[in-house]
């Protein structure tokens, strides 16, 4: 029987290469978005995949949604957690909404969306966790201090979990993409992506989402059992560590 893996954000850019390469891989998928009901409705048509919509940084929402995906699908026995959003401007101007709501989607959902498989993977005896941080959460950036915050805590849950988990067959690893092509940076004007980004990316090229989805088809191998609390960077030579 196929193991049952859930991507957060699953349905477009980066989670959605993700979802697909783990069906391409022999995974059970479920996909879950948070509000673009048209995008998510034409991805299911396209791949098959059932998608579950809910809000990541509500608590509630993502136990209910993760005990329905069982109920569906099966034992939850990879987690992608990829979902994110980008609210930026200089600190100095930073609204308290700006920053709580990344923090929320982008930290506090590694917590809501993790806590109610986590005991699940422990009984069983195995588990994948794949957090989806960035190059920024490494080493910051303008403009994106929630951003850089939430990502940079997000490594720090990583290397705690794994610790914790090691001893139960779970693993817990993040990946750092660079600037990669999604329809969000493809949107940056051209001047300015070839000036302000490609400039500083030795290999001279955005990355596809597809390269990042390929990170996470290794790391949730049954043989990747030996890997756990790693960064996985995925950045073109733009930030090296």
Request: hydrophobic residues 40%; charged residues 20%; positive net charge.
């Amino acid at each position: 029987m196929a193991r049952v893996a859930v991507v957060s954000g699953g349905t477009r850019g980066i989670g959605a290469a993700v979802s697909k390469a783990l069906k391409a891989a022999g995974y059970q998928v479920a996909a879950t978005y948070a509000g673009n009901d048209a995008v998510a409705a034409k991805f299911k048509a396209e791949t098959g995949i059932p998608v579950y919509k809910w809000d990541v940084s509500n608590y509630k929402e993502c136990a209910e949604g993760l005990k329905k995906v069982e109920a569906d699908v099966g034992p939850v026995e990879i987690l992608v957690n990829n979902a994110g959003i980008t609210r930026d401007t200089p600190f100095h101007k930073m609204t308290p909404e700006q920053w709580y709501e990344v923090i929320n989607t982008n930290l506090n959902s590694l917590f809501n969306m993790t806590r109610p498989v986590i005991e699940g993977m422990r009984e069983r005896g195995f588990g994948r966790i794949v957090n989806i941080s960035s190059i920024n959460g490494q080493k910051g950036q303008f403009g994106q201090t929630n951003y850089s915050a939430a990502k940079s805590g997000d490594l720090g849950f990583t290397k705690a979990l794994a610790q914790e988990s090691a001893g139960k067959g779970i693993t817990v690893n993040a990946i750092c993409p660079g600037y990669i092509a999604t329809d969000m940076v493809k949107a940056v004007p051209k001047e300015v992506l070839e000036k302000s980004i490609l400039s500083q990316i030795p290999v001279r090229r955005l990355g596809e989402p597809e390269e990042v989805a390929r990170c996470v088809v290794f790391l949730v191998a049954d043989d990747a059992g030996f890997i756990t609390g790693s960064t996985l960077t995925a950045n073109g030579g733009q930030y090296m560590i």
